[in-house]
C-alpha cells in the first residue's frame, strides 16, 4: 500500500522546491513514464515562480476520488500571490497526472459569453471530426440565417486543447466561434487528437497526426453540410493551429481562405528558447544565461539545429521530450513559403504585446511573404497578447487568470474580413 494521496502531492511539492524534476518523473505510472520529460515539468514550474515570486506556504491538500485515480489539489502560496498543484494519484501511489494553474483560475465561475455573442442568432449541435478510432468529437454553431452561409475551421495551439482552447476559466476559441456565429459565419471546433487520444498516441507522433488530418476532414465536414456554401470554407488557426494553416490549405485546395492569429514564422524549438529566457527575466536577481532551464532548452534546441540531429535521437533530450519525429516534419515546412504558394485570401493578426509569437521575431517573414499582395491583410492590435486578450504593460502568464475574452475589435475585423472576401 503506498502513501496517502494527498501525503504522494506534499511529496511533489517538495521534489519541485528542490529542482528534483528527475525524480517527479520517475512517479509516473510506468506507461506514462517515457511521455513526461523533466524539462516538460522545470519550465511551467518556474515560469509560475517567475510570476509569484518565492513560496511562502503551501496549503492543506484537497482530494477528490474520481474513477480509478485520486485528484489532489495543493494550493501554493508566493510573496505576489499563488497557484494549484494539481496531481492524479492512482492505486500504487503512482502518478496519473500533474499540472499547474492559478488559483483564480480554479474558481466555480462558469464560462459568460462575451458581449459581442448572442447565443439566440446561431444553435450548436455535437459532431464527429474523422473516422474510425482516431475520430475527434466537436461542436458545429450554425447561425439562424437562411444559407448557403461562410464557414470556418478553427485550429488551437499547441499542445493538448479541447475545443474551446480552454486556459483556466476563460474560453478564448469558444469567443470566436460563438462572435463570429452571431455575426452569420458557421464556426466549426473540436478537440485536439492530443487530448483525445493522449493514451494511445504513435511513439513517432507529427504535426500530421496532431493537427491537418482532422482539419481537413473538418473542412470536408463543412462543405457537406447542406447550410454551408462549399465554396467558402475557412480556416483560422491559432498559434501553432496559426503556423500549420498554410499546410492545410496546400493539403485541402478546397480551403477559401485562412485566417492566421499569432502564427509562428520562427522555427519552433527557437520560439521556445525565447519565450523561456523572457519568463526567466521576469524573475528578479536571475542572470538569465546562467539559468538551468535556460541552459537545457538551448542545448537542446542546439541538437536540432546540430548535425547530428535525426529520428532517432531520444525525446528525453529534446525540448519537453517531444520525439524527433515531430521536429522533424516541423523542420521539413516553413509556414510563410508555404503560404506564398497559396493563391487565396488570408488576414493574419498579431498582438502587439505577446512575448510568445511576436511582433519583431515573427512578423517579418510573414510581411516578406505575403505584404505586397492584394488579397492578403495584416494587422497590429497593439493592446493584446498572445490569447488576443486587450491589456497593457508587459505581458506576463498572470493575465491569463482573470475572466475576459478575445478583443472585440479582432472578432469584427475577422467577421468583415470574411463578408468582404
Request: charged share 20%.
Amino acid at each position: 500500500m503506498g502513501m496517502d494521496p494527498a501525503a504522494r502531492g506534499l511529496s511533489v511539492v517538495e521534489l519541485l522546491r528542490r529542482d528534483r524534476f528527475d525524480a517527479v518523473c520517475d512517479l509516473f505510472a510506468p506507461e506514462l513514464a517515457g511521455l513526461v520529460a523533466p524539462d516538460q515539468l522545470r519550465a511551467p514550474w518556474l515560469a509560475m515562480l517567475a510570476t509569484y515570486g518565492p513560496i511562502v506556504d503551501v496549503g492543506i491538500p484537497l482530494d477528490d476520488r474520481t474513477g480509478p485515480a485520486t485528484t489532489v489539489r495543493l494550493p501554493v502560496r508566493c510573496e505576489r500571490g499563488g497557484f494549484t498543484l494539481i496531481v492524479a494519484v492512482d492505486d500504487d501511489d503512482r502518478l496519473r497526472g500533474l499540472r499547474l494553474t492559478p488559483i483564480d483560475a480554479t474558481a466555480n465561475e462558469p464560462w459568460a459569453p462575451p458581449d459581442y455573442a448572442d447565443p439566440e442568432r446561431f444553435t450548436e449541435s455535437d459532431v464527429t471530426v474523422g473516422d474510425g478510432r482516431l475520430a475527434v468529437p466537436g461542436t458545429l454553431a450554425v447561425p439562424a440565417q437562411p444559407g448557403p452561409l461562410p464557414a470556418v475551421v478553427l485550429l488551437a495551439g499547441s499542445g493538448p486543447s479541447d475545443r474551446d482552447g480552454t486556459l483556466g476559466r476563460n474560453k478564448p476559441l469558444k469567443d470566436l466561434a460563438w462572435g463570429l456565429a452571431s455575426r452569420g459565419i458557421a464556426v466549426l471546433r473540436f478537440d485536439k487528437a492530443t487530448v483525445v487520444h493522449r493514451d494511445s498516441m504513435p511513439a513517432e507522433v507529427t504535426v500530421a497526426f496532431e493537427y491537418i488530418d482532422h482539419a481537413v476532414a473538418a473542412v470536408a465536414l463543412l462543405r457537406d453540410h447542406p447550410s454551408i456554401d462549399p465554396g467558402r470554407v475557412l480556416v483560422l488557426g491559432h498559434s501553432e493551429g496559426g503556423m500549420v494553416a498554410p499546410r492545410i490549405a496546400a493539403a485541402e485546395p478546397a480551403v477559401a481562405g485562412l485566417i492566421i492569429l499569432a502564427g509562428s514564422t520562427q522555427p519552433l524549438h527557437h520560439t521556445m528558447v525565447r519565450q523561456i529566457r523572457y519568463l526567466t527575466s521576469l524573475r528578479e536577481g536571475v542572470d538569465i544565461d546562467a539559468d538551468p532551464t535556460v541552459q537545457a532548452i538551448t542545448r537542446q534546441a542546439a541538437l536540432i539545429d546540430g548535425p547530428e540531429f535525426s529520428a532517432s535521437t531520444p525525446a528525453a533530450d529534446l525540448p519537453f521530450g517531444v520525439p524527433a519525429s515531430y521536429w522533424l516534419d516541423l523542420l521539413a515546412h516553413d509556414p510563410a513559403t508555404t503560404a506564398a504558394t497559396l493563391r487565396i485570401p488570408m488576414f493574419i493578426a498579431q498582438g502587439g504585446r505577446d512575448y510568445q509569437v511576436t511582433v519583431a521575431d515573427d512578423l517579418p517573414a510573414w510581411r516578406t511573404a505575403l505584404g505586397t499582395r492584394d488579397d492578403v491583410t495584416i494587422r497590429i492590435y497593439e493592446p493584446d497578447n498572445h490569447m488576443f486578450f486587450p491589456g497593457s504593460g508587459p505581458s506576463t502568464p498572470a493575465e491569463y487568470e482573470p475572466a475576459q475574452h478575445v478583443d472585440p475589435e479582432v472578432v469584427g475585423d475577422i467577421a468583415g474580413w470574411i463578408a468582404a472576401h
